[in-house]
């Protein structure tokens, strides 16, 4: 599992160095993405759709993960469990720059 994420960080960090070159690319990216995903590599499941949103300098995404059906209805220990996503810390310590190196690898803007 490790190393299906980390071949798809890779494969999206190509992604982003292409929609940073080539607009048409970053319009279809924007516009198509799990199509586009595919043609890259990046294990997309079938049954999900995906969407890609771009950030910009005045305007960052943040994601409200889905809750596991384990969790529903649930709030105890709540900040504990949140406190150990990783995405939810990145966004927290400087969201463009941490979030940007860990899609990246720290590949794109060295």
Not at 83 to 91: E, K, R, T, V, Y
Request: glycine content about 6%; charged content about 25%.
């Amino acid at each position: 599992m490790k190393n299906l994420i980390a071949e798809n960080q890779k494969k999206w960090a190509v992604c982003i160095a292409k929609a940073w070159a080539d607009e048409d690319y970053k319009q279809r990216l924007l516009s198509e993405a799990s199509t586009v995903l595919k043609e890259e590599g990046v294990a997309v499941p079938e049954n999900m759709e995906i969407k890609v949103l771009e950030n910009t300098q005045s305007l960052f995404h943040m994601v409200l993960p889905a809750m596991p059906d384990s969790e529903a209805g649930s709030i105890e220990n709540v900040e504990e469990r949140l406190a150990a996503m990783s995405c939810l810390c990145l966004c927290l310590l400087g969201p463009i720059q941490v979030i940007g190196d860990v899609f990246t690898g720290g590949l794109i803007g060295k």
